[in-house]
T-cell receptor, first 114, second 112 residues
Framework: GAGVSQTPSNKVTEKGKYVELRCDPI?????LYWYRQSLGQGPEFLIY????????DSGLPNDRFFAVRPEGSVSTLKIQRTERGDSAVYLC????????????FGEGSRLTVL | GNSVTQMEGPVTLSEEAFLTINCTYT??????LFWYVQYPGEGLQLLLK?????DKGSNKGFEATYRKETTSFHLEKGSVQVSDSAVYFC???????????FGTGTSLTVIP
């Protein structure tokens, strides 16, 4: 498709399990962002990629969270030892430019940790 | 630091009413400002943007003017429709980094 694709759309897991969330950005978009959105809140920045490298990972809450983008296209957000507080919608967005360019969002992956 | 504060909702209006959703910001440097909209069951999408002071962004009958003196970017529409029911997010990009900062969102419901 032409838009940003995120899988899975819903993920239910148990506390302590490992989770991977995938983002396939718009073809040709060099910038890729991960955000987390809790109920009633705005998107909270997690990490930004320019190409293959993480240009800014200051939003990752702790070392249980990690993201990769090995070929500069698809990205995977990895969460180890999940906690109930990790439950949220994880949003991916891509952009042609890293600064002041329009963000194109996927529909998000809803993570529920029981 | 950089932050966005927007009017809390939820907001309920009758069709054809005038809409204002307030947004103020704090930023280092000269940010670009955005309104994003999230319709039910869909992802966030850009509604409009302004990249410098006094610029007016507009789209689908919505407008917002970048006011540097009041650090504001209020969203307005003269006559809302039921199809405008959505959650609206004000956001900024500081242009010195690559983060976009979002407000908490304002839910709008328009009733016939």
């Amino acid at each position: 498709g032409a838009g940003v694709s995120q899988t899975p759309s819903n993920k239910v897991t148990e506390k302590g399990k490992y989770v991977e969330l995938r983002c396939d950005p718009i073809s040709g978009h060099t910038a890729l962002y991960w955000y987390r959105q809790s109920l009633g809140q705005g998107p909270e920045f997690l990490i930004y990629f320019q190409g293959t490298g993480a240009a800014d990972d200051s939003g990752l809450p702790n070392d249980r969270f990690f993201a990769v983008r090995p070929e500069g296209s698809v990205s995977t957000l990895k969460i180890q030892r999940t906690e109930r507080g990790d439950s949220a919608v994880y949003l991916c967005a891509s952009s042609l430019a890293g600064s002041a360019g329009e963000l194109f969002f996927g529909e998000g992956s809803r993570l529920t940790v029981l | 630091g950089n932050s966005v504060t927007q009017m809390e909702g939820p907001v309920t209006l009758s069709e054809e009413a005038f809409l204002t959703i307030n947004c103020t910001y704090t930023a280092t440097g000269y940010p670009s400002l955005f309104w994003y909209v999230q319709y039910p069951g869909e992802g966030l999408q850009l509604l409009l943007k302004a990249t410098k002071a006094d610029d007016k962004g507009s789209n689908k009958g919505f407008e917002a003017t970048y006011r540097k003196e009041t650090t504001s970017f209020h969203l307005e529409k003269g006559s809302v429709q039921v199809s405008d029911s959505a959650v609206y997010f004000c956001a900024l990009n500081s242009n010195t980094g690559n983060q976009f900062y979002f407000g908490t969102g304002t839910s709008l419901t328009v009733i016939p």
